[in-house]
């Protein structure tokens, strides 16, 4: 039995996929696997790795768990019909996502390298919802953070897991779910707290004095966004040992306009 975390899969489902099979994954054995957010936009294949992990977790609730990021929480209010479509849509990879769940809908080359209409964004919302009426509930439920208790029996020590960070100084109770979510260098800075702290939403590369392959490692943080959201790769990680499974893309999806948020 082995434990995996993973985070910023950004819609590239076949380097995931990739990434598992090269560990040999099996919940059927035992196998755990922490996702710790933005299973979706920017890459091709949103709709598969939200469907396919959200089954997943449906079969084995014991082993897969996963944890809401800002892009889960950018698709609900778009979903919802709240939110800032064209920082979603335009500027977050929102549309691939939206894309995907449209297939060979007509109406999926409204949101191909153009800003659709509201128009054309409630009939897309309507189709997916009455299409995939549990996408909306699911993903609204999910969790801001998992707390990892500790493991006698492999040695692991107790962790958070968080997509993005959380703010130092600030009970865990009381973090704003703004942070949790979004929050960048406040963190990953300055944070200094006792408890290991395991995060994507940053790329490696993007992060304080990065040793180059691997996980990024300071004092008691532990980053894990290999940047598939900028087309580098998916990383998979085993817990506590922190052994790398690193699964570059390929083909870079085009995306216009991308920032990072």
């Known amino acids: 039995m082995a434990t995996y975390l993973v985070s910023d899969i950004h819609g590239q489902n076949q380097a995931f996929q990739k990434a598992l099979r090269n560990v040999s994954f099996s919940p059927q054995a035992g196998d755990r696997l922490f996702v710790l957010g933005d299973m979706i936009d920017r890459g091709p294949e949103s709709k598969e790795v939200l469907l396919d992990l959200l089954a997943l977790r449906q079969a084995y609730p014991n082993q897969i ?14 979903l919802s019909g709240n939110g800032n479509p064209e920082l979603y849509l335009r500027y977050n990879g929102g549309d691939a996502t939206i894309r995907s769940f449209l297939g060979n809908h007509p109406l999926r ?45 492999t040695g692991a020590p107790a962790a958070l897991l968080v997509h993005a960070g959380i703010r130092p100084g600030i009970p865990l109770p009381e973090q704003n779910p703004q942070d949790l979510l979004w929050i960048r260098e406040p963190f990953y800075l300055y944070y200094d707290g006792e408890l290991p702290v395991i995060f994507g939403h940053t790329p490696v590369p993007g992060l304080p004095q990065y040793a180059g392959s691997g996980p990024w490692r300071r004092d008691n943080m532990v980053g894990i966004d290999g940047g598939a959201g900028y087309w580098r790769g998916v990383m998979l990680v085993e817990w506590p040992s922190l052994q790398t499974i690193f699964v570059p893309i390929r083909d870079r999806q085009s995306s216009p306009q991308v920032r990072v948020y």
């Open 65 to 78: 768990y996963l944890i809401k990021g800002n892009h889960e929480q950018m698709l609900v209010d778009w």
């Open 109 to 153: 080359r409204a949101f191909l390298n153009r800003m659709p209409s509201l128009e054309e964004q409630e009939e897309a919302r309507q189709f997916i919802l009455s299409s995939y009426p549990t996408i909306l509930p699911a993903l609204s439920s999910l969790p801001l953070y998992i707390e990892l208790p500790a493991d006698p029996q």
